[in-house]
């Protein structure tokens, strides 16, 4: 059953991911000439493929904060499931369990490649330059754990 005072909030949530995930299609249909990187392309890309990189990037890192710290929470309390006070470990593993994640370990690496290529060093190209094509390939991904949450919510009412 759903938590009736929680439905605007969640619905604020999905609109609020929908516009991140809208905002990643965009910048990815700029840069998708470019992609996969590799060392020689990243250093030919213009300043406005790199503007589209960095937005890609952001708003990857928006969607991905606002799906762990509103989404996921929110979509388990509207199935009734406490959260107060659980590691966010444990919300993980609880989506994993319900079929939203593929796994809770796939997040947080996602999160410490996201992190790892928000800061750019030179010493570490390859590394970003890996993880920019990490998050490109996880996009559509991305989309499907919003679309589960939506859909496991509907399923639930």
């Not at 619905?11 to 249909?29: G, I, V, Y």
């Not at 503007?51 to 990857?60: E, P, S, V």
């Not at 079929?99 to 060093?121: C, M, P, V």
Request: charged share 30%; with cysteine.
């Amino acid at each position: 059953m759903i938590v009736p005072d929680l439905n605007d909030q969640i619905l604020q949530t999905f609109d609020t991911c929908a516009l991140h995930l809208k905002r990643m299609e965009f910048a990815k249909s700029k840069a998708v000439t470019f992609i996969p990187l590799n060392r020689d392309n990243y250093y030919t890309m213009d300043e406005e493929t790199i503007g589209f990189l960095d937005q890609y990037i952001f708003r990857f890192s928006k969607l991905q904060d606002i799906m762990g710290s509103r989404l996921f929470p929110e979509t388990l309390e509207n199935l009734a499931e406490s959260v107060t006070d659980q590691p966010f470990i444990d919300i993980l593993n609880r989506l994993e369990k319900l079929g939203i994640l593929d796994s809770a370990f796939t997040w947080i690496q996602l999160r410490k490649i996201r992190n790892d290529i928000s800061h750019e060093y030179p010493a570490s190209l390859i590394e970003r330059i890996e993880g920019i094509n990490l998050l490109f390939d996880k996009l559509e991904e991305l989309k499907q754990i919003v679309e589960k949450c939506r859909s496991i919510l509907k399923k639930n009412r």
